[in-house]
């Protein structure tokens, strides 16, 4: 038995539905609003490689190991990606990540609330006791919208990945637990009451 079945939820800015492969073109429109695959140091996929990102996602999923979302605006757009990653049932842990927008969404109420709704189903149907985000070092804008978020740095994992290019990566690591999920859950309410 899945630990978390997929879910739809809705909010002001965002509807978070379960990933389907129907939703590639939309993908591959919304990747391409400011080239936001044009990066070396994130994993966001170009668009002649958004099916094989899908499918490796929807395996993921199979597996237990990943509840993968298709990201839609106020509007009903589809804006991105995101997901419940690294999903470890009997610790009652997982990551939010694999994280991605089209540029004109970017730095609005959405990435907000979108985390609200993921952070609030992880610590409130799910029972999670921790909640990990992950990013490149090299990722400032990345660093600073989960900073902003309330998680709490928890180190860096150096040479933790290697790239495609060949490059390897180091991965700046983030938490919140179950205890600062109510303030947490406060400030990213507050935000989203001020955008």
């Keep these: 038995m899945r630990w978390i079945?997929?879910?739809?939820?809705?909010?002001?800015?965002?509807?978070?539905?379960p990933l389907e492969f129907e939703h590639e073109q939309g993908l591959v429109e919304a990747v391409q609003d400011g080239r936001v695959w044009d990066t070396w140091f994130a994993a966001v996929p170009?668009?002649?490689?958004m099916r094989e990102e899908i499918e490796r996602r929807l395996e993921l999923a199979?597996?237990?190991?990943?509840?993968?979302?298709?990201?839609?605006?106020?509007?009903?757009?589809?804006?991105?990606?995101?997901?419940?990653?690294?999903?470890?049932?009997?610790n009652r842990?997982?990551?939010?990540?694999?994280?991605?927008?089209r540029a004109s969404?970017?730095?609005t109420g959405l990435n907000t609330e979108a985390?609200?709704?993921?952070?609030?189903?992880?610590?409130e149907q799910a029972d999670c006791i921790a909640v990990g985000f992950r990013t490149a070092f090299f990722n400032a804008p990345s660093r600073r919208a989960i900073e902003r978020l309330g998680a709490r740095f928890e180190g860096i994992r150096r040479n933790h990945l290697i790239l495609a290019d060949g490059t390897v990566r180091d991965t700046c690591y983030y938490s919140?637990?179950?205890?600062?999920?109510?303030?947490?859950?406060?400030?990213?309410?507050?935000?989203?009451d001020r955008s």
């Design 115 to 123: 985390k609200l709704l993921l952070l609030g189903h992880a610590f």
């Design 176 to 192: 919140i637990i179950d205890s600062e999920w109510p303030a947490v859950r406060r400030h990213l309410t507050w935000l989203l």
């Design 105 to 107: 969404v970017q730095r």
């Design 93 to 101: 842990r997982l990551e939010i990540g694999y994280t991605w927008y």
């Design 46 to 49: 170009s668009p002649d490689r």
């Design 5 to 17: 079945d997929p879910f739809t939820v809705t909010g002001r800015h965002v509807s978070l539905v």
């Design 62 to 90: 199979a597996a237990g190991t990943m509840v993968p979302f298709t990201v839609l605006d106020a509007q009903g757009r589809i804006a991105g990606m995101t997901s419940y990653m690294n999903v470890d049932a009997p």
